[in-house]
């Protein structure tokens, strides 16, 4: 096939193209120029938030199918489809597992009842914004794409709404792995590789669980929708079958580096200010991953141990430049200290 791949040079990117050329398709990638693009692939450089401006460089080439890694918003998705139509067959368009209702009773943004569990690609959707206006701030300082507008739920309705060009909609998790802007290893790392002795909990957070995926095991997944006509007008999660709590997650990270320290899960009134979470954390976010399994085969194709040993490499060698949650130390000291002493 010859595709258009917009936006495809950040964390998830360069791992589907990869497999895309490896089956033999021809690439195409839009972006701005700032990274390099994969070696093999033609490039249009352009700006994402503007992209009828290029329908005429589009138009030269008639693609079999465009991947949009980058969508961000409702006027994003207008743009696309009208931009594209007429120049490819199909559209698959990553979007987040955050579009669920459950995720904004999580962040405490939904009022009422907890959603239940699993999250299927029929639960509820959000009906209020997913982040404050504080945390797209944040957002669109870590990744250019995600606009002022950012809201998933809605440019979802507009590809699969449109009439005359087919689409695809995938729902991605936590996405750890080489190039994880988030460094979703690092608040457990960091302190395995400072020496401490333990790492503390709060309760409520300790047993928090959420959907995760290594990254070349989710571009397997988007290749595979890629591949597949029957994807079309189809919603999918893409996540890893079981879904670990916080502390079974910072125990894998221990047994990868053979960390000999103990974790301690505190009351979490008796737990460090920087530990506790302002969320409802009665939430859990267990999402299944079995749509995409049963109708198109999906699976995993790295071993976990191989998927954590790649991933502690590569954040051992890229340590972030700023840590959003502080590694208060003393803090932690002081708690596990007050707990022996009231045991």
Known sequence: MKILAIGATGFIGPFV???LQHQGHEITVFHRGKTAAPAGV???IGDRNHLADYREAFAKEIFDLVIDFVLSSQRQARQLMDTLRGITSRVVVLSSMDTYRAWGVYTGLEPGALEPLPLTEDSALHTLPPYPPEVLKKLSQMVSWADEEYDKVPAERVVLSDGD???TILRLPMIYGPGDYVHRFHLFLKRMDDGRSFIPFAANVAAVRTPRGYVEDVAAGIVLAANSPRASGRVYNICERDTFSELEWAKKIA????????FIVLPPEKAPAHLQAPFNTDQHLVVSSDRI??????????????????TI?????NPPQAVGVPFDY?????????LRATA
Request: glycine share 6%; hydrophobic share 40%.
């Open 313 to 317: 490499r590569w954040e051992r060698a």
């Open 165 to 167: 060009l087919p689409g």
């Open 17 to 19: 193209l990869q497999q």
């Open 42 to 44: 033609n490039e249009i």
């Open 293 to 310: 399994r049963q109708e198109l085969g999906y699976r995993e194709v790295t071993p976990e141990a191989e998927a954590f040993a790649r």
């Open 330 to 338: 003393q803090a932690e000291d002081e708690a596990l200290a007050n």
């Open 255 to 262: 047994a990868a580096v053979n960390w000999p320290g103990e």
